[in-house]
């Protein structure tokens, strides 16, 4: 699958934090991301 390449690499990681708890994604394949880390840009 086309999407498994894009993420090939890349780390997800659980946070439990004072505000609350999130999915945290490391993508070495990204140009660029959002400030919040929630997207990336692969092209």
Do not use: H, I
Not at 14 to 22: C, Q, R, V
Request: charged share 20%; aromatic share 10%; hydrophobic share 35%.
């Amino acid at each position: 699958p086309v999407s498994l390449e894009l993420l090939e690499g890349g780390e997800l990681d659980y946070a439990e934090e004072l505000m609350g708890s999130y999915f945290a994604v490391r993508n070495p394949n990204a140009k660029s991301a959002c400030g919040c880390g929630t997207s990336f840009s692969v092209d």
